[in-house]
Each structure stands twice: as structure tokens, then as C-alpha cells.
């Protein structure tokens, strides 16, 4: 068996920054494991701009992004091994994976990192009645067909839900001559962030129909037409207000899942709310030396965001490696607990660890709503102990609170975070 000290599952924009910080903090000893056959995950395949702003101070093409990293990778000589596929991770951090190089492989770690990304949900997933010709995809295939693999995957389009990576291949899809027929969304309000809404759609002139799914499937060969409904509260489909659009694509962009199997499978406590990981203020798991980071913890909005979770994770696991012989003793009876109050969802982190050796705690989350003035607020009982004002939110775009180490002795058994409409919009 291999002894590793730090193995990093995962080699997309979370794993390689991870990797690099803690090589960059003085780990030595550590390990990519990646199942594809190179580093960089879904950003090969993301040719539009946008990515780097916050990391690198540039507008760069996930493929750029990705290539950054990369170098970097390189440049640190981290060890790294591809089309490995991990298989099961034991609770006293021993990772099993195959490779069709070495066969099994089983490596006793001191640390480990999830960073395994997400997916999308299908077709399968959203239960669409009618038949399934050729025709029907989600939109990370189209963009793979599209950018990497040069298919065009259909002449007329119609995309069912307003996930960024749908927005973004509706832009594409017109650039090329495609005609995008509609956008479908089952809420009343897009799930993307706004600036792809303004430049993949509204400049394009794209019908975006809100309140509304797809409710039929035609064509038994390939696609020939879908059925749009309106939606009730429940967002089921309200008999007699369905209209028929000629396409030959139905692209899905319905929503991203953590890739959690092997997260769950080790036993670490899951969160219903982000499909991810619980985790504590440095992201350490249920599981004590196993880390969490990216989107397999909770789904970004920017890849910029994930790289710098992955950065700060990277310093934290090494610095567990480093603590393990150490005094340092978390009482699980003294953990601040994180409760969701009104207007937000999908808080990470879940606890925090009283004696905690961070001096400021960042919380993300996302709005359940999109409204505008608004303050964001952490409490702990009847006492704020942050807030702040926004002029907007919504579901599509994280929101960020920093608590200060100091203000945790004022907190007694746990936190609230909310989201509260100011008067004028009320």
C-alpha cells in the first residue's frame, strides 16, 4: 500500500488549486487523482470568456483558466495520475481506484480532499412525458459536441431551464447559425446569473418563457416538437395553457448535482440542502482529515470561486497533516451549529468549531428569492452580529458573510443567516 499524505480526488479547477496551495505551503507528499485523461475537468470544453477576473486579474476562456493552472501543476512537479477512476474511500482515509495502467490501487492517506465537481441532471431526472428520439441532451453534452468534438447537434433549439451553461450555448448556438426557438424556465425568475441573461439572451432576442416546462416530447426518430406549459405553485403543468414549438433539439440546462457518491459511500454527513458535504469553518468533513471543496461541496456560480475555495482547502489540509501530533482538540459538544432563517438556502459552512484557529469565517449561500434592497443578516438569537445591504439578489448569484473570530463570544448555541427585504421594497 502507498502512504501519501495528501491525495486530492478530483483535477479540475478545485483540485489543481488545491494541490498548489498546499504544495506552495510546504506539502511535499501529495497526489492528483484524476478519471479523465487530463487535468482541467469541464473547462476544456468552455471556449467562451469570463473566467479569471477574481483569480488572475484577467478575462480568460475556461480553457485558458484551466491551462493556468495547469502550468502551475507542472511547474511544482505535483505528482498527478489520469484515467484513474476512485472506487471507495474508507473512513480511516484509505483510497481504493483503479487504472487501466496499474490495476488496483490502494493508498493510505493522512489527508484527503474531495474535489470531484459536479453534473448535471437529465432527462431521466425531470420525468418528461412523450417519446425520446434523438435530439434530447443536456447542455454540457451540446457544448462538448459543439466545442471539442465540432458536431453541431442540432438546427433548431429549444432549451428547457436558464442554468448559466444553457445561457451561455444559446449564445453560442446563434453565433452559428442555429435558431434558438425558446428558453424555458419553471421559475419565475432565471437560475443564471444576470449578466448571462443581458448577453446570451436578451441581445439575442431569445422568447424566454417563465413559469412554464416542457410538458411533451414529439417525434420518435429524432425531435420534431415540444409542448410548453404553464406551471402552478407546486410547478406542475396547468391543463389548457399548452402551445406546441417545431424544433428538432431539446437541450436541458435544469440545475447542476454535486458528485457525491463517494462522498456519501465513506459515510460523511450530508447536507439535503447543497447535496454536499457537512462541513465545519475550514472544510473538514464528518469525517476528521477528510476535506471537502468546489462544486461536489455546494455549486458556484464562478469557476474564480472554486479555485480560491480549493486554494484556502488545500492550506487547511496541510495544515491538519501538520496538527495531527499536536494538542489541538475539538469537543464536538462546543460546535456552533449554522441554522438557515428566512431567504437563504445552501449555507456552507454548516458548523464552526468554537476554539476555532481562523480569525474570520466566510459564509456563502444563496438567495430563495429575487428581490431587491435587501440586507443580509447573521445573528445568533435576538443579537446581529453582521449584516449587510444589497441592492439585489437572487437564486442565480452566491452571497458572501465574513464573521469575525472575535464576535463568536457572543455567539451561545448557534447562528442564523437571513435574508430580509428592506421597507421600501416590502
Known sequence: ????????????????????AAKEEGCNNL????????????????????FGLHRFGE?????????????LV?????????????????????????????????????????????????????LIPGTRGAGIMTAGTAQKYLNLMGYLPGKNVVILGSGDIGLIMARQFVMEGVKVSAVVEVM????????????????????????????????????????????????????????????????ISAGLIPENELTDGAGIAMSPMTKGAVVY????????????????????????FVSEEGAQTGKYAYEYINSVNT???????DDIKVEKGPGASAIVPQRIHRNTSMDNITFMFRPSFKKNDVT?????GEKILVQKKMIAVTPGEMCKLVLPKEKLAEVKESVSISIHVNEKEA
Not at 80 to 97: A, E, G, R, W
Not at 281 to 304: A, K, M, P, Y
Not at 327 to 333: A, Q
Open 74 to 126: 507542472e511547474g511544482y512537479q505535483i505528482p498527478y495520475m489520469l484515467n484513474t477512476f476512485v472506487i471507495d474511500i474508507s473512513p480511516d482515509k484509505i483510497v481504493t481506484c483503479v487504472s487501466p495502467v496499474e490495476g488496483l490501487i490502494k493508498i493510505q492517506a493522512q489527508a484527503i480532499i474531495l474535489a470531484m465537481g459536479c453534473r448535471e441532471r437529465s432527462r431521466n431526472a425531470l
Open 376 to 380: 443580509l443578516c447573521l445573528s445568533s
Open 31 to 50: 497526489l492528483i487523482i484524476e478519471r479523465n485523461d487530463s487535468l482541467g475537468g469541464v473547462l476544456h470544453q468552455c471556449i467562451h470568456n469570463g
Open 188 to 251: 419565475p425568475y432565471s437560475g443564471g446569473l444576470p449578466r448571462n441573461m443581458k448577453q446570451c439572451i436578451e441581445d439575442f432576442d431569445i422568447p424566454v418563457y417563465y413559469s412554464s416546462t416542457v410538458s411533451k416530447i414529439c417525434g420518435r426518430e429524432r425531435v420534431s416538437s415540444v409542448w410548453v406549459s404553464k406551471v402552478n405553485e407546486n410547478r406542475e403543468p396547468i391543463e389548457g395553457t399548452e402551445f406546441e414549438i417545431p424544433c428538432d433539439t431539446l437541450m
Open 59 to 71: 478575462d480568460l476562456t475556461g480553457v485558458e483558466f484551466a491551462w493556468r493552472y495547469e502550468e
Open 1 to 20: 500500500m502507498r502512504k501519501i499524505d495528501l491525495v486530492i480526488i478530483g483535477g479540475g479547477a478545485a483540485g489543481m488549486s488545491a494541490a498548489v
Open 281 to 304: 469553518e475550514n472544510n473538514e468533513t464528518s469525517i476528521e482529515g477528510i476535506f471537502s471543496c468546489g462544486n461536489v461541496l455546494h455549486v458556484h456560480d464562478l469557476v474564480d
Open 327 to 333: 494538542t489541538t482538540e475539538y469537543i464536538e459538544e
